[in-house]
């Protein structure tokens, strides 16, 4: 979902991402909350491109930034998240 959600929206992202997320829990028998909050939290990760959310393009134009700085500083903010979600998630919903 992250590396998508810089290219195409991240409501797309989510309509996408949701339906395989219930189908990966289903099978496995567990609950979708955690799977469902993986997809929304990827779904929003989108720091790493100045494409992947309006405000990044905003910022682009108007801060006189480089695409190489969106890069820069989102993904180890990326990283960041990615890496602390996947501590708590299953700590939370006993995965």
């Given at each position: 979902m992250t590396i998508l959600t810089n290219m195409v929206s991240n409501n797309a992202i989510g309509v996408i991402?949701?339906?395989?997320?219930?189908?990966i829990a289903e099978q496995l028998g567990t609950s979708l909350e955690p799977f469902i909050l993986a997809v929304i939290?990827?779904?929003n990760m989108s720091f790493a491109t100045a494409f992947?959310?309006?405000?990044n393009l905003l910022l682009?134009?108007?801060?006189?930034?480089?695409?190489?700085?969106?890069?820069r500083a989102g993904i180890p903010l990326i990283l960041i998240?990615?890496?602390g979600?996947?501590?708590?998630?299953?700590?939370?919903?006993?995965?």
């Open positions: 991402g949701a339906p395989v997320a219930i189908q939290f990827g779904a992947g959310y309006k405000t682009l134009s108007a801060g006189g930034y480089k695409a190489t700085d969106f890069v998240i990615w890496v979600f996947s501590i708590i998630l299953p700590f939370l919903y006993d995965l």
